[in-house]
T-cell receptor
Framework: GAGVSQSPSNKVTEKGKDVELRCDPISGHTALYWYRQRLGQGLEFLIYFQGNSAPDKSGLPSDRFSAERTGESVSTLTIQRTQQEDSAVYLC?????????????FGQGTRLTVV | AQKVTQAQTEISVVEKEDVTLDCVYETRDTTYYLFWYKQPPSGELVFLIRRNSFDEQNEISGRYSWNFQKSTSSFNFTITASQVVDSAVYFCALNAGGTSYGKLTFGQGTILTVHP
């Protein structure tokens, strides 16, 4: 597709269950980022991928959160044993290169609700 | 550490009014980049502008203009003659800390509502 695609767009899960969120970046984009947006707040950085490697995982809130990227393309963010505080919109972004001044293109996000 | 503050949580204006969205940032780095993004109801963030710390020239793009002042660590965004389609959440963001990649620190966002 032309833009960053995320699926599912909405996910409701029970507390304690595991969830997987998917991000398809723009084809050819080497850098990929995950952010979390809690209700009424700005975006919090979670993790950055360059190719299939994650040089910066500093934003992952706990060891329940993990992410991987394969084929220098699709990325999956996994949250294990979900908690209510995990409820948020999870946004993925990609950029052609990983420059500090590079424009990032964002997906529409996955709205996760933990009940 | 980096920080971005958007003091205005919500702004409501009537169409054709001018509106300024404030952004104040904190960083100890001398090289950094500032961004504005728009988040319409559909959810995806749309890039509006990028400015580096060495370029203090103001910029105008159609009805949009940006005022960057290093002396006050501010990067304010003005929409002239606002339109209903401008209704969205606007985020100011900073890339600093010596990172060579696009890790952004975002402000809390300003919800702009333009009434017809």
């Amino acid at each position: 597709g032309a833009g960053v695609s995320q699926s599912p767009s909405n996910k409701v899960t029970e507390k304690g269950k595991d969830v997987e969120l998917r991000c398809d970046p723009i084809s050819g984009h080497t850098a990929l980022y995950w952010y979390r947006q809690r209700l009424g707040q700005g975006l919090e950085f979670l993790i950055y991928f360059q190719g299939n490697s994650a040089p910066d995982k500093s934003g992952l809130p706990s060891d329940r959160f993990s992410a991987e990227r394969t084929g220098e393309s699709v990325s999956t963010l996994t949250i294990q044993r979900t908690q209510q505080e995990d409820s948020a919109v999870y946004l993925c972004a990609s950029s052609l290169v990983a420059g500090a001044d590079t424009e990032a293109f964002f997906g529409q996000g996955t709205r996760l609700t933990v009940v | 550490a980096q920080k971005v503050t958007q003091a205005q949580t919500e702004i409501s204006v009537v169409e054709k009014e001018d509106v300024t969205l404030d952004c104040v940032y904190e960083t100890r780095d001398t090289t950094y980049y500032l961004f504005w993004y728009k988040q319409p109801p559909s959810g995806e963030l749309v890039f509006l502008i990028r400015r580096n710390s060495f370029d203090e020239q103001n910029e105008i793009s159609g009805r949009y203009s940006w005022n960057f002042q290093k002396s006050t660590s501010s990067f304010n965004f003005t929409i002239t003659a606002s339109q209903v389609v401008d209704s969205a959440v606007y985020f100011c963001a900073l890339n600093a800390g010596g990172t060579s990649y696009g890790k952004l620190t975002f402000g809390q966002g300003t919800i702009l509502t333009v009434h017809p």
